[in-house]
């Protein structure tokens, strides 16, 4: 019976510490994702001041090229942060892996190349040895492969001395007519790494106890996530390395062949300007937006850029947003998500259920970045939806071209009944119908009439009263969206493969629509 007891006692005490463990590592990631997240709003007010100033062409040489450093540095900081966020979803299973049709080598080495400007700096020559043929297309989460060589190729320049090299060499191997396997190598001829430290390279927050490993600093994430990552996506990766000779990475993925085409972004001639807000907005001077942001440094940013053309407003959370909205008229309102008391997600669907200000346009501006953030924030109806740091030529674009459709919805429905009861309803059909077939260049206003059972004519009725757009425009602006989305999380890898995706044929008209509507070319993205 003691022996029994005793078993019972360990088995509860080993459960007890299989919860504290379990608590402790959830406590852990959501303190680095915080953490994260709060790093994201002064790098806001780092990088847009920044970069607002390096426009200027007043500028001398010695200021400018003060500005771009500061411009690199923050960048580099970001990535950091972005890392962190990463690893920190990725101890917690949240990660998926979304892959998309690439062409293999102009992928790989767009990622070499990237690094060009930092190794002239550093004084190390990049070998480029990617032998694979052009005309391979594969499926493959680019935003993660991106991440893992980014890790390799920084850190192959960063333990290098001036004079010597990094190269990357790729091979691809045929396994049948469907798969191939894919083998990436990342040389230096560096620092090396300790065989002592070479077993735990790989462990999150690892740091070399050597002196020459530990003199440049770093905190052990790279490696760590990069490792992760290529492990999520079905691959391995090892390391072979000896001190004072160098260093090299391996990695072997198996591969699914893309049978989509692949166009060249080269073909594509941008020539397109950012819009001019002031004349384009004058009208607008009394249009009231409603910031909705607990920090007042950026409320102050943002009401520095919006301020020139609209009335601008602040509210510190969700609770004091809803407030301000039932007792004034907003034409448009950003929210941050993570606020204290009520945060933007609760506060937009406490909006939702007020008929009055449901249908006020709405953008979020949040460091909560992750794809299933912004597909929550979709599905509860808001507009727009902005990751920290963001452009100030961006935001201004966006809020004018949502007040600018608010405007001309307005003006459609001046004394028109010709609203239907079910509209919510018929907008998700019509979506639907758009997302469906965003690819298919022969999308019609008749297709989007017959999806409703109504008219064309009464279709342009019925979308111009809900949403300010004609049945063209709606489709264009879903396309367009698309094109934004599929560019910033680098699902494809140029322009035209963008552009082609979302059922666009005219390199011109692509590129004048994509800078009208974000104030961005797409190639800027």
Known sequence: KLKKREAELALKEEHRETIRLRELDEFKSRFFTNLSHELKTPLTLITGPINDLRRSSALDSETRQALDMASRNGEKLLSFVNEVLQLAKLESGGVVVNESAVPLKLTLSRIFHAFNSLAEIEGVQLIDAINVDPSISVKIDVDKLEMVFNNLISNAIKYTPPGGWVKMTAEVEEINDEKLRLQVHVRDNGAGIAVVDQKRIFDPYFQTSTTKGSERGGVGLGLALASQLVELMGGEMEVESEEGEGSVFGTEFSLSRSMDSVYD???????????????????????????????????????SILSKHFVVKRARDGVEGLRMLQKESFDLVTSDVMMPRMDGFEFREKMNEMDRIKHIPFIYVTARGFDEDKLLGLSLGVDDYITKPFNSRELMARVSNLLKNRYERSLSTNGSDDTLSHDEKTIRVIERVVYDRLDDTTLKTSDLAKSVNVSERQLRRVLKGLTGFSPVEFILEIRLQMAYHFLRTKKFNTVAEAMYAVGIESASYFSKKFADRFGVKASDV
């Open 265 to 303: 972004v080269s073909q594509i001639k941008e020539k397109t300007l950012v819009p001019d807000f002031a004349a384009s907005l004058g009208r607008d001077r009394h249009q009231k937006v409603l910031i909705v942001e607990d920090n007042q440094d950026l409320v102050d940013y943002m009401t």
